[in-house]
């Protein structure tokens, strides 16, 4: 199974931006997979935030806000999860999933300290 | 609304059994894609299994042959059953509608 690298933590002020990526081996295109990314709270499940195909193939998850999106960067066969406007409740663990082969696969997380 | 709740986990002894149970509300289980997916104790999520609506299932490698993945129409609820634990089963374990709707999760404890 393939491994998805994530930095394991990240930080940044309230108000600004964080941008969390999530690479693929490569011998993994990108460009070919659906990259999902989930919000965890300590002592919570995952929350489903979006997933991001290209931009005319991606979908936000109820009720999370739109200041969290998606992108890829193909050069560096990586995905990318933007969060705008950073909030103290946006402190949490985040992780990517792709979906090959009937299995998730999921990312090892970044642990996103809002400063 | 979507709802999902596990339970059965517990403390169990290595090599023992346990049946977790998904009883989902708010959609049939049986028209969704359903999974278990597991997290231990200050790690990251590890997917465990599928089942599709059509009734194929997938396991991860470390599951496969231990783990059964099924599912009761009638009842609308996911089950795992897991046999020959290991303390490295030691999780908390989560049903999830797609990729989309996830429960609460329930414990697993695999030790002597």
């Known amino acids: 199974q393939p491994v998805l690298t994530q930095p394991p933590s990240s930080s940044a002020s309230p108000g600004e931006s964080a941008r969390l990526t999530c690479t693929l081996p490569?011998?993994?295109?990108?460009?070919?997979?659906?990259i999902y990314w989930y919000q965890q709270k300590p002592g919570s499940p995952p929350r489903y935030l979006l997933y991001y195909y290209s931009d005319s193939d991606k979908g936000q998850g109820s009720g999370v806000p739109s200041r969290f999106s998606g992108s890829k960067d193909a050069s560096a066969n990586t995905g990318i999860l933007l969060i705008s406007g950073l909030q103290s409740e946006d402190e949490a663990d985040y992780y990517c999933?792709?979906?090959?082969?009937?299995?998730?696969?999921f990312g090892g997380g970044t642990k996103l300290t809002v400063l | 609304e979507v709802q999902l709740v596990e339970s059965g986990g517990g403390l169990v002894q290595p090599g023992g059994s346990l049946r977790l149970s998904c009883a989902a509300s708010?959609?049939?289980?049986?028209?969704?894609?359903m999974s278990w997916v597991r997290q231990a104790p200050g790690k990251g999520l590890e997917w465990v299994s599928v089942?599709?609506?059509?009734?194929?299932?997938y396991y991860a490698d470390s599951v496969k042959g231990r783990f059964t993945i099924s599912r009761h129409n009638s009842k609308n609820t996911l089950y795992l059953q897991m046999n020959s634990l290991r303390a490295e089963d030691t999780a908390v374990y989560y049903c999830?509608?797609?990729?989309?709707?996830w429960g609460q999760g329930t414990l697993v404890t695999v030790s002597s």
């Open positions: 089942i599709y609506s059509g009734g194929s299932t």
């Open positions: 708010g959609f049939t289980v049986s028209s969704n894609y």
């Open positions: 999933m792709i979906w090959p082969s009937n299995a998730w696969v």
């Open positions: 999830a509608r797609g990729a989309w709707d």
């Open positions: 490569s011998d993994i295109n990108v460009g070919s997979y659906n």
